[in-house]
C-alpha cells in the first residue's frame, strides 16, 4: 500500500508509522490538517503498551479515535499480536493512514474502522477501549461504557484540564457536574472528578468501577477502569465518592462524604488512583519511547499512598513563614513520625497519613 499524501515516516518505540509532515508536538496540540498526531503523547502511548503487555484477559480492543492509529498498531506491534485490535475513526483519510500504518508494519490483528463511534459502539462490545479524543471525554463515556464486555477496561483521557483543575470552574461544573477549585493539589482533584463522573455514569447502567492506574502528566489527565457489574457494585463504587474541602488561607484540607461549603470540591473519587498488583505486573521494556520516564513514574506510582491529596514542599513554606527546606529532609521528619511518600503530580509533593496540623508542626521543626 502507498504511503498517505503529505506523510512522512517516523519512528516511536520500536515501531515505524506514517503521520502528517506537518503535525502537533507539544502541548495540547492544535489541529493541523485533517488527521491529528502529537509527538508529545508518546509518553500516554507507552504507558498503554506497558499495560497492554500486562492485561492477558484483553482478547479484543478498540482505538475509539484512532487518528493515524499510532496507539493500536503499537499495542499490536509492541505488546499484543494476539489480540484482535479495531482502530476507528469517523474522518476516511484517517482510515488511510491506519491501512498504511497496519501494511507498514504487517500488523495482520488491526482492522481499520470508518464510523461515529457512537454508531460503531451500539453494533460491537470489547475487552478494552482507548478513548483519547481531542478535549473533553464527556460526550463519548456513555456510549464507550456500553460498549465494554463483562468486567471490560477503558482507558479514558482528559486534555480540558484547565476546568478540571479549578481554573473555570464553572466550565467543569456544566461538563462533569463537579465543583472545581484552584489548589496546589488541583491536578489530582482533576483527576478524581474525571474518575467521579465516570463512576457516576457507569452507575446508572448498574455498573461499578475499579481503577486500574490513574495519572496525570504534561497537559492532560489519564485513567484506566475496570468494571464491575451489578446494582451492589455501582452502590459499592459511588459510596468511595466524597468531597474534599480546601482552605487556600489557611492550606487545611479535609474529606467529607457530602458538600459542607461553597469551597468544597467534588463530587470526586476518594478511592486508590492504582492497583498495585497490576503495576507490579508492568515493565518498562526496552523498546518503549520514553523507557526512562516510563521506569521514574512506574516507582513512583508504586510509591504513592493512598491519600486522596499531597502537600507541596513550596506550599509548607509559606504556611510556616520559613524558606523551602530540603524535600529529603522533609520527608525523613515525617516519616519518622508517620507514613510518607512522593507523588507523580509533583517533584516537590508530598503524601502522608499525618494531619494537617502534625504536618505543620514537624516542618516548622526541620
Known sequence: ?????????????????????????????????????????SFNRDVSVMLLASSPKVRTAL??????????????????????????????EACAYIEANADLNSTGNVE???????????????????????????????AVLQGLKRSGMAGITATDTAPLAGTYPKKCARRYGAFSQRSPFGHETGLRILIGHIAREAAKEDKGLDTVLSYYADHYMRTFVRMREGGAEADRTLERLGFIDYDPGTGCRTVSPERSSARSIGPLWLGPLHDHETLDSMRAGEGLHRRSRCEKYLELWRGELEVPFFYDNDELASLSRTSPRPLGAVLEALGACGRVSRTHF????????????????????I
Not at 67 to 87: C, K, Q, S, Y
Not at 128 to 136: A, E, N, S
Not at 353 to 365: A, C, P
Open 1 to 41: 500500500m502507498s504511503s498517505p499524501e503529505g506523510s512522512v515516516i517516523i519512528r516511536e518505540g520500536s515501531t515505524e508509522l506514517y503521520v502528517p509532515e506537518l503535525h502537533s508536538n507539544k502541548g495540547p496540540g492544535k489541529r493541523i490538517g485533517r488527521v491529528f498526531f502529537n509527538d508529545q503523547m
Open 63 to 92: 482505538d475509539a479515535m484512532a487518528a493515524t492509529g499510532v496507539r493500536a498498531i503499537r499495542i499490536a506491534n509492541e505488546a499484543r499480536p494476539d489480540v484482535h485490535m479495531v482502530a476507528n475513526d469517523k474522518d476516511a
Open 112 to 142: 481499520a474502522s470508518n464510523e461515529d463511534l457512537r454508531c460503531l459502539l451500539a453494533k460491537r462490545v470489547f475487552d478494552y477501549i482507548d478513548l483519547d479524543p481531542f478535549g473533553t471525554p464527556v460526550p463519548f463515556v456513555p
Open 346 to 365: 509533583s517533584p516537590t509533593g508530598i503524601r502522608t497519613e499525618l494531619s494537617y496540623r502534625e504536618v505543620l508542626d514537624i516542618y516548622k521543626t
